[in-house]
Structure formats: C-alpha cells, structure tokens
C-alpha cells in the first residue's frame, strides 16, 4: 500500500508502538531486577539510595521530554562528551532508540520498587536452606528466588507493558511522532491525537482499536503468565524445603 495512505500510517505507528513496548519493558525489566537486588541488601545510606531512585520516575514526563531534548541535541551533551555527530532527533533509527533510552531511565525505577518489595517477601531461611544444600548463586536465582518473585514480576511487566502501548508524551515532545523525516516515532496514541485535531471521522475507530490492543495485551498476560503463578511458587517453597 502507497506509504502516506492512512493504512499505512496505522501499521507502521502498531509496529512503532510494540517495538517501544518490547524493547523498553525488556530493558526496564532486566535493570529494575539488577536495582532491586542492589537495594535489597543491607549497608549503609539504603534508604538515601532508595529515595533517590525515585526521583526520575517522580519527575514528569513533559519534563523528562525537554531534560532528555536538550542531551539529543546535536550540539547537546550526549554528542559533545561522546564527540559523535548523530541526529538522536531525525534520524529513524537514532531517534527511535532516543525515546528507548529516556524512557527506560525514566520508568526503571518504578520496575524496580515493585520487584523490591518481592524480593523482600522472600524468606531468608529459604536461601540458608539452598546454602547449607550447596546451591549456588546463580542455581538459587532460577530455582528459588525467580518462582517466588514471579508473582511481583508479572504485575509490573503488566503494569509497564500497558502503560508503554499508551506511550505519547516522550515521543510526542522530542520527535512529534516524526523521526526519520516521516512517522518513525509515531506511536498509536500520537496517531490518535494527529486525528483527533484534524477532525478526522477515523479517530474514534483508531481509539476502539488502540483499546481492543491493550486489552488483548492485558488479557494474555493475566491468562498465560497468571495462571502458573500459584503453581511456581509452590514448586519453589517445595525445593526450598526439600533443600
């Protein structure tokens, strides 16, 4: 199909939309474990450390927008300290790994405060009993501590996986949906709003579909990964106990 056609626009904004939504919830994911861990053991200035994770998921995100604007200028930070020369902001793939990168500096704490306060659920006897058993760290980590963190894990890829397929400000305030010199960034919602302000009798249908999207989303998380999370746990407390 002709790439300006309004079909065109609406598979490349999905395609746009779920590419920001696996990469960055995968990415959030993996440093919200490696944080949460951090903050899980006990030294001094925990709690300082703790408060002052906070503070970019605190930040607005119109704010994070213009903070991480004036780093991908091309005169900004990023390509003075890196002494590169690159479009973070119209270049296609540039500015689509941009809006990756400031959305996982800003949403990776709110992943890590939910696996957190899994992790602290844990029981430490679990782990002595892998200890005096002879389990290693990384055998302790896929047989105990994954299973029963599990359940606080999957709220929050459940929670950041929805609220990434709603992505509009970051976009909108650094690219306007545009990377790439067409609609590199353009994402479902940015697509919904461009309808919107033209008076465009497809943006109803649009917003049906965004929702029909996210609620499908939703519905295999909780039926896919909900379902075994009670099975998990106990297979975990099981080995713990056998350990």
Known sequence: MPPGSPQAG???SVFVTFFFAI???ALETVFGIWMAFIMNRNFRGRGILRAAVLVPWAIPTAVTAKLWYFIFDPSGVLNTV???NVLWLSDLWASRFAIIIADTWKTTPFMALLIL???????????????MDGSGA?????????????????????????????????PAILTGGGGGGGQGTQTLSILVVKQIQQSNDSASA??????????????IFIRLLGANLTGNERKARRVAKEA
């Open 10 to 12: 609406f598979y490349n």
């Open 23 to 25: 990469v960055t919830v």
């Open 82 to 84: 890196l002494n590169i």
């Open 117 to 131: 306060a899994g992790l602290q659920l844990i029981p430490e006897e679990t782990y002595e009993a892998a200890r």
């Open 138 to 170: 990384i055998q302790t980590f896929f047989r105990i501590t994954l299973p029963l963190l599990k359940p606080a894990l999957v709220v929050a890829v459940l929670f950041r996986t929805l609220d990434a397929l709603r992505m509009y400000d970051l």
């Open 206 to 219: 649009l917003s049906t579909i965004t929702f029909l999207l996210i609620f499908a989303v939703a519905f």
